[in-house]
């Protein structure tokens, strides 16, 4: 029997928010910024922060936007100083280039919505800044491995009904081809088990891509002796996967991280890092300059060709 996927709209405990509801491809928190039809109203002050460019993968499922287009909002309540968007690699809109476009020259920081290295992020990511003249714009890492997603997991297994130390976990991701986005599945796996501390283990299993998947895991567990094991769905939102998750004999299933305030933070805290490198990676070019300026000579490689030439006609 498949166990129930407790959905994320349940009302939870404090910081462990669900989804909203609603339906629609667009994205909710982009409309609340300015018109893209208007260039003038993109102009910002120069002292406003830089737009937080959320980048989510792209879902069919209405509820699955819907989820996404909750947690931005529940990032602009963290952070109401902040301009913050989304837009979408695929199945989705805006797209990635049509939210570059429409951000007309303000500085942004780019915060993928997306759990591990990959494919996008090595490669479709920096070439949509590329191909869009922008590939001075700072890019996020992934948002996990990290500590807060590991404690948002673990809220979400003890809202499903898990009781500490039932029995071993399986960790159920998207999956890639990509081994470094299965690495990084494999590292938030030791995370949460370092997390729930009861003594059980962790397992990684992959919904696509790669193996275990979540059946296979379930079912070596038990056929281990495990009767009781529960899925953590290590997914950002319902859809296809989710629905997948939810379909093993576990006895437990969470729900995906959804809008739990620790995925807020999270994205926040991305924006923060990012940006302070781009400041840092700034500071110390106009420092370069300004040093270049104060010593032409070595600024100067003509300079110090004809300075060169001199001494050797002096000879």
């Given at each position: 029997?498949?166990?129930?996927?407790?959905?994320?709209?349940?009302?939870?405990?404090?910081?462990?928010?669900?989804?909203?509801?609603?339906?629609?491809?667009?994205?909710?928190?982009?409309a609340a910024g300015p018109s893209?039809?208007?260039?003038?109203?993109?102009?910002?002050?120069?002292?406003?922060?830089?737009?937080?460019?959320?980048?989510?993968?792209?879902?069919?499922?209405?509820?699955?936007?819907?989820?996404?287009?909750?947690?931005?909002?529940?990032?602009?309540?963290?952070?109401p100083e902040l301009d913050v968007r989304c837009c979408f690699l695929d199945l989705a809109r805006p797209s990635l280039p049509e939210a570059l476009d429409a951000l007309r020259g303000r500085p942004a920081v780019l915060v993928p919505l997306l759990l591990g290295a990959g494919y996008h992020l090595r490669v479709d990511l920096p070439g949509a800044l590329a191909a869009a003249g922008l590939a001075h714009l700072p890019l996020a890492p992934a948002l996990g491995p990290h500590p807060l997603l590991a404690a948002a997991l673990a809220d979400r297994l003890t809202d499903s009904g898990r009781p500490a130390g039932a029995g071993p976990v399986v960790l159920a991701a998207a999956?890639?081809?990509?081994?470094?986005?299965?690495?990084?599945?494999?590292?938030?796996?030791?995370?949460?088990?370092?997390?729930?501390?009861?003594?059980?283990?962790?397992?990684?299993?992959?919904?696509?891509?790669a193996h275990p998947t979540p059946q296979q895991a379930v079912t070596a567990l038990h056929a281990a002796g495990h009767r009781h094991i529960a899925v953590a769905t290590y997914l950002l939102a319902p859809g296809f996967f989710a629905t997948r998750a939810a379909a093993t004999p576990a006895r437990w299933t969470g729900a995906p991280l959804g809008t739990h305030d620790g995925l807020a933070r999270l994205v926040a805290e991305r924006y923060d890092r990012a940006r302070a490198g781009q400041?840092?990676?700034?500071?110390?070019?106009?420092?370069?300059?300004?040093?270049?300026?104060?010593?032409?000579d070595r600024a100067r490689p003509d300079r110090i060709h004809a300075d060169r030439s001199a001494l050797a006609g002096a000879g």
């Open positions: 029997m498949a166990a129930r996927l407790h959905p994320a709209t349940a009302p939870g405990r404090s910081g462990r928010s669900g989804s909203a509801g609603g339906s629609g491809s667009g994205c909710a928190v982009c893209v039809a208007d260039p003038a109203e993109q102009r910002a002050p120069a002292d406003e922060p830089p737009v937080l460019l959320a980048v989510a993968h792209g879902s069919r499922s209405a509820e699955g936007i819907a989820t996404g287009r909750a947690l931005l909002g529940r990032v602009r309540e963290l952070r999956g890639s081809s990509d081994p470094a986005a299965n690495a990084d599945t494999a590292q938030m796996a030791r995370m949460l088990a370092d997390r729930l501390a009861d003594g059980r283990p962790v397992v990684p299993a992959y919904l696509s891509a400041a840092l990676s700034d500071r110390a070019l106009s420092d370069r300059s300004g040093n270049d300026r104060a010593r032409p």
